[in-house]
T-cell receptor, first 113, second 114 residues
């Protein structure tokens, strides 16, 4: 019954080695979000897609990119992970941009070594 | 700009005691407000939401919250804590910037002792 699925749940990557996190949804929602959550902090929005339209937050580093090849899937690419990028990455969806009841996935915990 | 403040990064209660988690918002217009719960190494789950209908909102797992405009508050309560309620709780407000962006508070960790 999982509606927003993130893979993998845990990811270990090397400093500077590109890494991709994936998210899929069975809700057919128009909007998909990526949040970064560092230890003991609130989730911080990195960017979102409304359908195929990509919207980057002003303070999201260029190191973070995203792809949404179709409605169901969205990827987070970190081009050159630094130690400061270690965090929980949360994917979420909502039906529309004005309906902000967001449904979250289980998250991917990224460790950079 | 809209924001939320959660008072108390940690709240400790005994099992069976009242749970009260505080959230105050700042908004120039009536906001949409949400409470989310996060268990360790999990995503966020919506507990309840206020969208300008009834001011007393009932959510899952016995939680409820009351929107008080005069106090700009949206505190979360549960009459009797259970061990399984131990988690991180986030209050969030919709930020009306063209697209309605969720802005989270810093979270309150609820500890429940036997």
């Amino acid at each position: 019954d999982a509606m927003v699925i993130q893979n993998p749940r845990y990811q270990v990557t090397q400093f500077g080695k590109p890494v991709t996190l994936s998210c899929s949804q069975t809700l057919n929602h128009n909007v998909m979000y990526w949040y970064q959550q560092k230890s003991s902090q609130a989730p911080k929005l990195l960017f979102h897609y409304y359908d195929k339209d990509f919207n980057n937050e002003a303070d999201t580093p260029d190191n973070f990119q995203s792809r949404r090849p179709n409605t169901s899937f969205c990827f987070l690419d970190i081009r050159s992970p630094g130690l400061g990028d270690a965090a929980m990455y949360l994917c979420a969806t909502s039906r529309d941009i004005v309906n902000t009841e967001a449904f979250f996935g289980q998250g991917t915990r990224l460790t950079v070594v | 700009a809209q924001s939320v403040t959660q008072l108390g990064s940690h709240v400790s209660v005994s099992e069976g005691a009242l749970v009260l988690l505080r959230c105050n918002y700042s908004s120039s217009v009536p906001p949409y407000l949400f409470w989310y719960v996060q268990y360790p190494n999990q995503g966020l789950q919506l507990l309840l939401k206020y969208t300008s209908a009834a001011t007393l909102v009932k959510g899952i797992n016995g939680f409820e919250a009351e929107f008080k405009k005069s106090e700009t508050s949206f505190h979360l309560t549960k009459p009797s804590a259970h061990m399984s309620d131990a988690a991180e709780y986030f209050c969030a407000v919709v930020m009306n910037t063209g697209f309605q962006k969720l802005v989270f508070g810093t979270g309150t960790r609820l500890l429940v002792s036997p």
